[in-house]
């Protein structure tokens, strides 16, 4: 069984930090680009970030640059977000996703990843 695990999650005030982690289970990350999704209540789910298999290649949407970081370490076979400057509108269930593929050139290929987590609530309020 191959299955990737997301961790970090919980309650931030605004303007608060925290940093998520994916790790697989039962396989490795150096050949995978990996992207992390997100889903607020009551909206679609969206791509927030893609990294590539080696950390070349970074992709982030336009709601979160400058305030989130992607990066790996394929030593520690883990992927790493780190959200800094927290808003309410961050609050959702955030999901990491591998793919054999690239980090999609156009949009963020949701259809296409090979393997998702189960998700970490990340809950941003005063």
């Known amino acids: 069984q191959w299955q990737l695990v997301e961790s970090g999650g919980g309650l931030v005030r605004p303007g608060g930090s925290l940093r998520l982690s994916c790790a697989p289970s039962?396989?490795?990350?150096?050949?995978?680009?990996i992207s992390w999704f997100r889903q607020a209540p009551g909206k679609e789910r969206e791509g927030v970030s893609c990294?590539?298999?080696?950390?070349?290649?970074?992709k982030y949407a336009d709601s979160v640059k400058g305030r989130f970081t992607i990066s790996r370490d394929n030593a520690k076979n883990a992927v790493y977000l780190q959200m800094n400057s927290l808003k309410p509108e961050d609050t959702a269930v955030y999901y990491c996703?591998?793919?054999?593929?690239?980090?999609?050139?156009?949009?963020?290929?949701?259809?296409?990843?090979?393997?998702w987590g189960k998700g970490t609530l990340v809950t941003v309020s005063s």
């Open positions: 996703a591998a793919t054999f593929r690239a980090c999609p050139a156009t949009g963020w290929g949701a259809r296409s990843m090979d393997y």
């Open positions: 039962g396989f490795t990350l150096d050949e995978y680009a």
């Open positions: 990294i590539s298999s080696r950390g070349g290649r970074l």
